[in-house]
């Protein structure tokens, strides 16, 4: 028996005692602190901005605060599976240290203390009230930072699985269980496809979305599918230039390029919305996901077999 099936079979049978379609879908990090910070940001953005679209983007994308947005737009980002996007998680913090990016072209020094830095602002996150997403990712970065540090070998797919135990048992589960699987679908995914051809990625991460779909009862477009991944790689890029205009708006006048900057992005996926409801949403039934699932386990990869189990046992 692979090393990577005992450590699996715990997991799955805890799946098989839980009740999955009855858990209740909380809608996570939607809690940013104190009431009287998120007061003083929202001041800082309307002082900021001439458009009031761009604080209700600013503060969805970096603290997860919905109830500012317009109709419109939550279902023009809900139509391209693009939600997501406004819960900040392990997305938002992966694009955010690219912020660190610089530090490693100084010299070794420098990505020592790149490093350091890292680590602080992840350990930091733990102290945050609610924000579950960005903690299991930050448990997960700190392991990868650590397993390097320490040159302890081990694969990050151990990593990922003993982060999954761990939160499983002491974290975060118990506040979101529905935030918790999908998080860990989609990270897990990220990490067994890190070294396979770009094709089977986008394959996995666009039968992700079905299932996801299909758990929330949303409705599933199917020309999403060529534009959501595209939409996401592009968010990637922009939300670190997002933070640090932001940070930078508290000291120079960085507002207005900041706001062009946001609603640039929301009304491309304004526009893209339009193109995706041209062809009417379809339901992805049970059969389609499981029939999938069986292909997928059906091939003799070790990696591919423990995905397709740990997908049924979400699902």
């Known amino acids: 028996m692979p090393r990577s099936t005992v450590i699996l ?13 009855s858990w209740p879908f909380y809608e996570f990090n939607r809690c940013f602190g104190s009431n009287y910070i998120f007061k003083l940001i929202t001041e800082h953005c309307e002082k900021i901005f001439t458009n009031s679209k761009a604080t209700a983007l600013l503060m969805a994308y970096l603290f997860g605060h919905k109830n500012l947005l317009l109709p419109t737009i939550k279902k023009s980002y809900q139509m391209l599976n693009l939600i997501h996007l406004f819960s900040p998680s392990g997305l938002h913090l992966s694009s955010a240290l690219f912020l660190f990016l610089p530090f490693s072209w100084m010299g070794k020094k420098s990505k020592q203390i790149a490093t350091l830095m890292k680590l602080f602002l992840l350990i930091l996150l733990f102290f945050i009230p609610k924000f579950y997403a960005l903690k299991r990712m930050a448990f997960l970065k700190i392991g990868q930072i650590l397993n390097i540090k320490f040159n302890l070998n081990l694969e990050p797919l151990y990593i990922f699985f003993l982060v999954f135990i761990i939160d499983l048992t002491f974290g975060t589960f118990k506040y979101s269980p529905v935030g918790f699987l999908i998080s860990f679908l989609f990270i897990g995914l990220l990490i067994i496809n890190n070294h396979r051809a770009k094709i089977v990625m986008i394959f996995y991460l666009i039968f992700a979305q079905m299932i996801c779909s299909t758990f929330l009862k949303q409705p599933f477009y199917p020309l999403s599918i060529f534009f959501s991944l595209f939409l996401t790689s592009v968010f990637v890029v922009i939300f670190p230039v997002v933070i640090a205009l932001f940070i930078l708006s508290f000291i120079i006048t960085t507002g207005p390029l900041l706001q062009v900057l946001l609603i640039t992005y929301n009304s491309m996926v304004y526009g893209v919305s339009h193109i995706v409801s041209l062809v009417p949403p379809i339901n992805i ?14 091939q003799k990869k070790r990696h591919k077999m423990i995905l397709s189990l740990l997908i049924f046992f979400i699902y």
């Not at 049978?13 to 999955?20: G, M, Q, V």
């Not at 039934?285 to 059906?298: A, H, P, Q, R």
Request: hydrophobic share 65%; aromatic share 12%; charged share 5%.
């Open 9 to 21: 079979w715990p997991i799955f049978l805890l799946f098989l005692a839980l009740p999955t379609k």
């Open 285 to 298: 039934s049970n059969e389609v996901i499981l029939g999938t699932l069986l292909l997928i386990s059906l």
